[in-house]
């Protein structure tokens, strides 16, 4: 089996002469904490929707865990085990937290829609929902209206959605947008929690959690890779230092100090 789960060579989509994603060649691998870090405006959130497929890319290649998928919409790269937030939640408010995840579970899982009750089938699904609930710490507010919850929480509950389609891959865009730091600090520690074979690449502009959960950094600028290494690398890159502060200032600290 290979190290890499996914693999980007050329990847580029445009919208008539202006390039928002450039020539994209990135390489995560398997079981990686991988982040992908830019300026406003680098073009982070566009280059996952052609990864998961809600764009579709205008020249180079997805290849998932050895497959090409480039050609697949985003339903089909989710049958590959790729899985993909968004920044904003969308999940069902008026259903309880329970019954959300046991949407997502039934659907992962292929159950039909059945014209009478299966009191087996109700209850193994009803039981992995709770699994991946406790997974989250959200078992305590399973019944629990999902219109309730907090923002953090509800960013906690769309991490068992994740979990309820048996991803090889997730990505994570902007997922502690609008939390508080306690909300942030719990975030961190579910991420942290997840199984290690699980490959997770995060969009983030608290780079505190940024380098806190990633093993490898990739800096997009201009729609483009800029740099790419450890923590420590980036932090040192003049490259980086210049896209996040210009020139003239490249001279000031970024990223805090190396620990």
Not at 165 to 179: K, S, Y
Request: hydrophobic residues 45%; glycine residues 8%; charged residues 25%.
């Amino acid at each position: 089996m290979s190290d890499e789960i996914l693999r980007l060579e050329g990847l580029c989509l445009s919208y008539g002469a202006i390039k928002a994603v450039k020539d994209v060649d990135l390489v995560v691998e398997r079981g990686a904490r991988h982040a992908l870090i830019g300026p406003n405006g680098a073009g982070k959130s566009t280059l996952f929707s052609v990864v998961a497929g809600t764009q579709r890319a205008t020249a180079g290649r997805v290849v998932l865990d050895g497959h090409d998928v480039t050609s697949l919409d985003e339903v089909g790269r989710v049958r590959h085990g790729l899985v993909r937030t968004f920044q904003h939640s969308s999940l069902f408010l008026g259903m309880t937290v329970l019954d959300n995840v046991r949407l997502a579970s039934e659907r992962a899982h292929g159950s039909p829609h059945r014209p009478w009750p299966s009191r087996r089938a109700d209850k193994a699904i009803t039981a992995l929902a709770m699994t991946h609930l406790e997974a989250v710490g959200l078992a305590e507010r399973a019944a629990d209206v999902v219109g309730a919850l907090s923002h953090g929480e509800r960013r906690q509950l769309e991490v068992a959605l994740v979990l309820a389609c048996n991803p090889r891959i997730v990505l994570f865009d902007e997922p502690t947008a609008g939390m508080s730091a306690a909300e942030t600090a719990r975030f961190a520690e579910l991420i942290e929690s997840l199984p290690a074979d699980l490959t997770v690449v995060i969009v983030e502009h608290d780079l505190d959690l940024v380098f806190r959960l990633a093993g490898r950094i990739s800096v997009l600028a201009a729609g483009a890779v800029i740099a790419e290494g450890t923590p420590e690398h980036v932090r040192a890159d003049e490259a980086v230092r210049d896209a996040y502060l210009g020139t003239s200032r490249s001279s000031e600290p970024l990223f805090g100090v190396a620990s």
